[in-house]
């Protein structure tokens, strides 16, 4: 069963430049989550989806952060303009229902200069 | 509000001894979840062991163990028989309770470096 997939793995950008970030979920999970880890700390949740609702977006920046969930499955979240404080990687993570395990792609980093 | 406290920034185990990770949450909620995940420096965070809040047992997972102290708030991970590939960040975190629909939310503590000396 294939893992939770995020793209792209690295990407580099000057800041007030737009990036994008894609999240594909383990097949059957409903819920879809967005977290953010700066360096040297544990992640901070982002956003929450179920299904395609967002249902937990109060730590989201946004005035440059936004997210979606076209037909609750796939997700992209999106920094316009970036600052070089967004530096982090911004892993993605699914999880069933009833299930008491988050599975977590492998992040995407991303660099501001 | 929630809060994970782990106090180790680095620790260091000779292979083949164990090795106990702390950590401490507050939460004023009676039901709730601990969790500890690994990640290695590829980035991804694994799935170590989980203990729920009215688990009167330890959770064990092979060489990992969960030291669940309900009064003392503390829930640290024993990893016995290190072994090199252990080397990693391991962070505590928290679900909180059950809202809405029925998903929720883990919130993370900082981290514990773990490097295993050959």
């Known amino acids: 069963e294939a893992g939770v997939v995020q793209s792209p793995r690295y990407k580099i950008i000057e800041k007030k430049q737009p990036v994008a970030f894609w999240c594909n979920p383990i097949s059957g999970h409903n819920t879809l989550y967005w977290y953010r880890q700066n360096l040297g700390q544990g992640p901070e949740l982002l956003i929450r989806?179920?299904?395609?609702?967002?249902?937990?977006d109060s730590q989201l920046p946004k005035d440059r952060f936004s997210a979606e969930r076209l037909k609750g499955v796939d997700s992209t979240l999106k920094i316009q303009p970036a600052e070089l404080g967004d530096s982090a990687v911004y892993l993605c993570?699914?999880?069933?229902?009833?299930?008491?395990?988050?599975?977590f792609g492998e992040g995407s980093r991303l660099t501001v200069l | 509000a929630q809060k994970i406290t782990q106090t180790q920034p680095g620790m260091f185990v000779q292979e083949k001894e164990a090795v106990t990770l702390d950590c401490t949450y507050d939460t004023s909620d009676q039901s709730y979840g601990l969790f500890w995940y690994k990640q290695p420096s590829s980035g991804e965070m694994i799935f170590l062991i989980y203990?729920?809040?009215?688990?009167?047992q330890n959770a064990t997972e092979g060489r990992y163990s969960l030291n669940f102290q309900k009064a003392r708030k503390s829930a640290n991970l024993v990893i016995s028989a290190s072994q090199l590939g252990d080397s990693a960040m391991y962070f505590c975190a928290m679900r909180d309770s059950y809202s809405g629909a029925g998903s929720y939310q883990l919130t993370f503590g900082k981290g514990t470096k773990l490097s295993v000396i050959p």
């Open positions: 989806y179920e299904n395609e609702e967002a249902v937990d």
């Open positions: 993570a699914s999880s069933f229902y009833s299930s008491g395990e988050l599975f």
């Open positions: 203990q729920g809040s009215y688990d009167e």
